[in-house]
């Protein structure tokens, strides 16, 4: 999947990390620990159904339309709070940080 070739090949990722969320382990998303999941198109409408159940904030990115969603999080925070791990490990790797821009 696109999730795991990017977060194998780019990310400095230090908490939990499940590349494609099996349907039977949804419960999850409401740990109260920072994570990166990978989800199928076809479970969006169940986390939207989850919507109200206290998941938090979310800042969900869809890979295959290159779209950021954000919720619980003011989209303008987003930059604050989430540290940029894609632009820092680039640049750990030699590559150039604007690439991303």
Same mark, same amino acid.
């Given at each position: 999947?696109?999730?795991?070739?990017? &977060?194998?090949? @780019? @990310?400095?990722?230090?908490? @939990?990390?499940?590349?494609? +969320?099996?349907?039977? !382990?949804?419960?999850? !998303?409401?740990?109260?620990?920072?994570? +990166?999941?990978?989800?199928? $198109?076809?479970?969006?409408? *169940? !986390?939207? =159904?989850?919507?109200?159940?206290? @998941?938090?904030?979310?800042?969900?990115?869809? !890979?295959?339309?290159? =779209?950021?969603? %954000? *919720?619980?999080? $003011?989209?303008?925070?987003? /930059? #604050? #709070?989430?540290?940029?791990?894609? *632009?820092? /490990?680039? %640049?750990?790797?030699?590559?150039? &940080?604007? %690439?991303?821009?």
């Amino acid at each position: 999947s696109a999730l795991s070739i990017l &977060a194998q090949g @780019l @990310l400095n990722w230090q908490h @939990l990390y499940i590349p494609v +969320l099996p349907p039977h !382990l949804f419960q999850y !998303l409401a740990a109260p620990v920072p994570y +990166l999941i990978g989800m199928l $198109n076809t479970m969006m409408p *169940r !986390l939207d =159904q989850a919507r109200s159940d206290g @998941l938090g904030e979310m800042v969900i990115i869809n !890979l295959d339309t290159v =779209q950021m969603e %954000t *919720r619980g999080i $003011n989209p303008v925070d987003v /930059a #604050k #709070k989430i540290p940029d791990l894609f *632009r820092s /490990a680039m %640049t750990d790797q030699g590559m150039p &940080a604007n %690439t991303l821009s």
